[in-house]
């Protein structure tokens, strides 16, 4: 059994940063962020393998979010700048398959809310 925690989230300003954490319990998986914005599906973000050395982004966050992780301290970082209010939404953490699609872990979520 895996656990996940995020941390980090809050209220910014359009143009402001963020860096959020998930803090794992147990074995290291491929990690991903999600996003779910009110009335809409949940999307990914960003993922990064278990040992650091691939990384995806969706386009919408390509050259803004930077995902990260420190196996040392069995944590992911999102370093999202230069926000924009289309990127409020809870912001979830999750443990991968392989595949990179399959989700086998999903964290609590934490809210991230862009101001214009």
């Known amino acids: 059994q895996v656990q996940l925690v995020e941390s980090g989230g809050g209220l910014v300003q359009a143009g402001g940063s963020l860096r959020l954490s998930c803090a794992a319990s147990?074995?290291?998986?491929?990690t991903g962020w999600f996003r779910q914005a009110p009335g809409k599906e949940r999307e990914s973000v960003a993922h990064?393998?278990?040992?650091?050395?691939?990384?995806f982004y969706a386009d919408s966050v390509k050259g803004r979010f930077t995902i990260s992780r420190d196996n040392a301290k069995n944590t992911a970082y999102l370093q999202m700048n230069s926000l924009k209010p289309e990127d409020t939404a809870v912001y979830y953490c999750?443990?991968?398959?392989?595949?990179?699609?399959?989700?086998?872990?999903w964290g609590q979520g934490t809210q991230v809310t862009v101001s214009s």
């Open positions: 990064i393998s278990w040992s650091g050395d691939s990384t």
């Open positions: 999750a443990a991968l398959n392989s595949d990179y699609t399959t989700v086998r872990y």
């Open positions: 147990g074995r290291t998986y491929n």
